[in-house]
């Protein structure tokens, strides 16, 4: 069974400082892996996913994700925080049984303190 | 290009009504899935619809379905409406059916039981 797990419930930043939002996932063969978005009373936003090929993927708006395969990681990062970065940040993975649906993790609120 | 479409955004229902709600894809996408996002359960995959065909489903009751039209447009239903099914019901669609096809999300309708 495939599984994302995102410790963080609140990751708080200062602006300017860069900021990792974590990610750990449990999937059988290869995972294609995604982040994703959400602002207030918005629909989801895709950042970036990861399929195969070069361990960090660069994303929309500053973003980036390193997959880790040895940590089963694919820990969100950018270098420096905005405070327009404000929002709730899901991890999602699709497994290898070729459906299409996303599962995703519990979410994490990143707050970036001006 | 327009963004996927649902309507209505906001609908308020009693207990053992049943609801329809309307998704319309990007121009050219073919595949529609729906979400159900809840504070209790976060997301959760609902099922997909590809080609007026249902091609995965997620683990929710028999009361929910949903159909797709020959212009890619999806709807879903849920019967005979509980408490528990107030949630933001998202719509997601993509330019194909299969994982490598990232997913972008309509604002989502927020249906509350009463």
């Known amino acids: 069974a495939q599984s994302v797990a995102q410790p963080e419930d609140q990751v708080n930043v200062a602006e300017g400082n860069p900021l990792t939002v974590k990610c750990t996932y449990s999937?059988?063969?290869?995972?294609?892996l995604f982040w994703y978005v959400q602002y207030p009373n918005r629909g989801l936003q895709f950042l970036l996913k990861?399929?195969?090929?070069?361990?960090l993927v660069k994303g929309s708006y500053g973003f980036e994700a390193e997959f880790n395969k040895s940590q089963t990681s694919f820990h969100l990062k950018k270098p420096s925080a905005l405070v327009s970065d404000s929002a709730l940040y899901f991890c999602?993975?699709?497994?290898?049984?070729?459906?299409?649906?996303?599962?995703f993790g519990t979410g994490t609120r990143l707050t970036v303190i001006p | 290009k327009a963004g996927v479409t649902q309507t209505p955004r906001y609908l308020i229902k009693t207990r053992g009504q049943q609801v329809t709600l309307s998704c319309s894809p990007i121009?050219?996408?073919?595949?529609v899935s729906w979400y159900q996002q809840t504070p209790g359960q976060g997301l959760q995959f609902l099922f997909e619809?590809?080609?007026?065909?249902?091609?995965n489903k997620g683990n929710f009751p028999g009361r929910f379905s949903g159909r797709q039209f020959s212009n890619s447009r999806s709807e879903m239903n849920v019967s005979t409406l509980e408490l528990g099914d107030s949630a933001l019901y998202l719509c997601?669609?993509?330019?194909?059916?299969?994982?490598?096809?990232?997913?972008?999300f309509g604002p989502g309708t927020r249906l509350t039981v009463t």
């Open positions: 997601a669609s993509s330019l194909n059916s299969g994982r490598s096809y990232e997913q972008y």
């Open positions: 999937v059988s063969g290869n995972p294609y």
């Open positions: 990861y399929i195969t090929g070069d361990n």
């Open positions: 999602a993975v699709i497994d290898q049984t070729g459906a299409n649906n996303l599962f």
């Open positions: 121009s050219g996408h073919r595949s």
């Open positions: 619809y590809f080609s007026e065909t249902q091609r």
